[in-house]
């Protein structure tokens, strides 16, 4: 009896030992084959992330990134790359996103490339209001210049006041479009939006109808004198 039991006993482990080498042995080249996915990945997202970088800063865009103070906000935010280096790196983590992917489902690990899809399928959303935020930077230098040359070409004062209003004007709808565009919430944002649009309209009205229609019918004379 005993010796039936100590035969069971070693049949019992030799069958889960085999079964334990038999999935060692499948999963190895899953392994190496993800690996390999990750390694071909990390070198192709090198590749065009620098590509990326290369090309944004041949056709200029970086100087409109420097001149537009994007810079500065970024070592502001002690981020240590450029506006340009930082989209390459963009473009690099999204082909490493998708060699995860790809890895992961070599593995056979579905939790892990259901999260990293539910990712690579929010960085639209990402880019999108990178791109936001981007175009409102450039336009609120460019709409800020261009208010500053004209109030001092009339020579009607407060040049500075008046450019750092609009800019600001601008970024704040610009943020606001980039958060929502982020899905962050949006109903608060649409709100703020609308708050925003009412406050400037309000503010607007009461400067000329309660005391400033003087001053706007000054300024409507200089206007004319300019243009004669």
Request: no cysteine; hydrophobic share 55%; glycine share 8%.
């Amino acid at each position: 009896m005993e010796s039936t039991t100590f035969g069971d006993w070693v049949s019992t482990f030799t069958t889960s030992l085999s079964d334990l080498l038999s999935r060692i042995g499948a999963f190895i080249p899953n392994l190496i084959g993800a690996a390999l996915i990750i390694l071909v990945g990390w070198l192709i997202g090198i590749a065009l992330g620098a590509f990326v970088d290369r090309l944004l800063r041949t056709v200029g865009l970086q100087r409109v990134f420097e001149k537009a103070k994007i810079e500065q906000i970024l070592k502001n935010a002690e981020v240590k790359m450029d506006t340009s280096a930082l989209l390459g790196a963009m473009v690099k983590w999204v082909i490493m996103i998708v060699a995860f992917i790809s890895a992961s489902d070599t593995l056979q690990l579905p939790q892990v490339s259901e999260f990293l899809n539910k990712i690579l399928a929010y960085i639209p959303n990402v880019t999108a209001a990178i791109g936001i935020l981007l175009v409102g930077a450039i336009v609120a230098h460019f709409i800020g210049n261009v208010v500053k040359a004209t109030i001092k070409a009339t020579k009607l004062g407060m040049a500075d006041f008046a450019t750092l209003v609009t800019r600001w004007s601008i970024w704040t709808f610009s943020i606001l479009a980039a958060m929502y565009q982020l899905q962050v919430a949006t109903g608060l944002i649409q709100t703020l939006f609308i708050g925003v649009v009412a406050l400037i309209a309000i503010a607007g009205g009461l400067a000329f109808g309660l005391g400033g229609q003087d001053a706007a019918k000054d300024l409507v004379n200089r206007l004319k004198k300019q243009i004669q």
